[in-house]
């Protein structure tokens, strides 16, 4: 059964940085699209970042620049870094992934980000 774990999330103020990282396992093929969403208080879940396995990047417009994806394909590991945060950041992080082949979509359970200042 595949799972997503993701762990880092916390309270930061702003300006400052933290690290997501999201551990998926149970997938007899591994994962195509890897991703990062958030969804803050009465809003919809939106992606915030997303890499493919051949380390294609797309980034939503108010992180650019400021938050970096990353991957390891052997370890079927996703990172989101994120830095210069600001108060609107605050949300709850998702990482979600589409199984090779099968292409099917996992979600974590979520990772809380709260930027104050």
């Known amino acids: 059964q595949v799972r997503l774990v993701e762990s880092g999330g916390g309270l930061v103020r702003t300006g400052g940085s933290l690290r997501l990282s999201c551990a998926a396992s149970g997938s007899r093929y591994g994962f195509a699209t890897m991703a990062w969403y958030r969804q803050a208080p009465d809003k919809q879940r939106e992606l915030v970042a997303s890499i493919t396995r051949g380390g294609g990047k797309k980034y939503q417009d108010s992180v650019k620049g400021r938050f970096t994806i990353s991957r390891d394909n052997a370890k079927n590991l996703v990172y989101l870094q994120m830095d210069s945060l600001k108060a609107d950041d605050t949300a709850v992080y998702y990482c979600?992934?589409?199984?090779?082949?099968?292409?099917?979509?996992?979600w974590g359970q979520g990772a809380q980000v709260t930027v104050s200042s």
């Open positions: 979600n992934a589409v199984e090779l082949f099968l292409n099917t979509n996992y």
